[in-house]
């Protein structure tokens, strides 16, 4: 069964620092989303992303923060200067037009 | 988005029938009912989705009674492996690039 994978499973940074979490959504897919969750908290919608652009982004999503696809098969999601609070699960998720969305295993975000 | 409501956490020994019930009073007539399921430190997992009446699938069914202001994921015959924590999401998914707007969902704890 086709998967979305994501490395690495777990990144440490230090404050200020700048990161870029990897995705590899399903080959097929045209929609691709980055979602995050912070220990013990529900999880987050950050943006979605299509045509190889932003389709829409949350309030968190600010300047800090930043997507992009490379190449044919990765999605990135890159936060230029990490705070603390940004310590979270990040998950990638893809998906075909109106059908369900399919997640990574996520990425473990330690800011320290 | 139409808000819902769900349990906080249910138990269930092992065998059993575990019924989730999701309140969404204000669902809008192009809203559909999506069932994730997560487990710790993965990303969510979809289920099932409907609309109106019921919903079968190899892993669960779920049913919507006519007003559709309510809905009850059925998960026949628990296993240990079933827990999970189960989020009920309502929206139109033709619509915002399918955002999904998790809650906090239902903890299921399924003991021996």
């Known amino acids: 069964e086709p998967e979305v994978t994501q490395t690495p499973s777990h990144q440490v940074t230090q404050m200020g620092q700048e990161v870029i979490l990897r995705c590899v959504p399903i080959?097929?897919?045209?929609?691709f989303y980055w979602y995050r969750q912070i220990l013990g908290q529900k999880v987050e919608f950050l943006v979605s992303f299509y045509n190889n652009e932003i389709s829409e982004k949350s309030e968190i999503f600010d300047d800090q923060f930043s997507v992009e696809r490379p190449d044919g098969s990765n999605f990135t999601l890159k936060i230029r200067s990490t705070k603390l609070e940004d310590s979270a699960m990040y998950f990638c998720?893809?998906?075909?037009?109106?059908?369900?969305?399919?997640f990574g295993p996520g990425t473990r975000l330690t800011v320290l | 988005l139409a808000k819902t409501t769900q349990p906080i956490s249910m138990d269930s020994y092992e065998g059993q029938e575990v019924n989730i019930t999701c309140s969404h009073n204000?669902?809008?007539?192009?809203?559909?009912i999506t069932w994730y399921q997560q487990f710790p430190s993965q990303g969510p997992r979809f289920i099932i989705q409907?609309?109106?009446t019921k919903v079968t699938n190899e892993v669960a069914s779920l049913f919507i009674p006519a007003d559709r202001k309510s809905s009850t994921l059925s998960l026949p015959r628990v296993s240990l492996s079933d827990t999970a924590v189960y989020y009920c999401l309502v929206g139109d998914i033709t619509d915002s690039w399918g955002k999904l707007q998790f809650g906090a969902g239902t903890q299921v704890v399924v003991t021996p």
């Open positions: 080959s097929n897919h045209l929609y």
């Open positions: 998720a893809s998906s075909t037009p109106y059908n369900e969305q399919f």
């Open positions: 409907g609309y109106k």
């Open positions: 204000n669902i809008a007539t192009n809203d559909y």
